[in-house]
């Protein structure tokens, strides 16, 4: 496997991810934020956070298919919610909990989460991006 997924002594244990991850691969993926668009193109779950956080890790995970990699190769996720605050942080959690029942992971790779005032589409929420490396 290309990614360990490391906790260093001396740092917090999160529980959500791991606070460092090491690449030993030799093929980087960049995939671009994904926000919560179905298939064609509509959006799922307005004004729905947890909802939204959900299709936006199913689309990362079928954007990493489709170049032959999964969340396990996740270097390192980085998510923008619009408006955000601390009071959501169980809808988000709620988002990422639903979407690795589906995909049937454990996403822990290191992660960044930023609060934004907006993005492209009024009515998206989030966006997830992401870093992976393959062997």
């Not at 791991?18 to 691969?25: I, K, M, Y």
């Not at 170049?67 to 959690?93: C, N």
């Not at 995909?103 to 992401?130: K, R």
Request: proline share 5%.
């Amino acid at each position: 496997m290309a990614v360990t997924l490391v906790d260093p002594s001396g740092l917090p244990q999160v529980g959500v991810y791991r606070q460092v991850s090491v690449a030993t691969g030799s093929k980087l993926i960049h995939v671009a934020g994904q926000v919560a668009w179905d298939t064609d193109g509509n959006t799922v779950g307005k004004n729905d956070l947890a909802a939204q956080v959900e299709q936006c890790y199913l689309n990362v995970a079928t954007a990493l298919a489709g170049v032959g990699a999964s969340f396990a190769d996740v270097v390192k996720l980085t998510v923008h919610v619009v408006d955000w605050a601390p009071q959501r942080m169980p809808e988000l959690l709620a988002g990422i909990a639903q979407a690795s029942t589906k995909l049937g992971i454990t996403p822990a790779a290191p992660a960044s989460l930023f609060g934004i005032a907006a993005l492209d589409v009024p009515e998206h929420l989030v966006e997830v991006e992401a870093t992976a490396v393959l062997d």
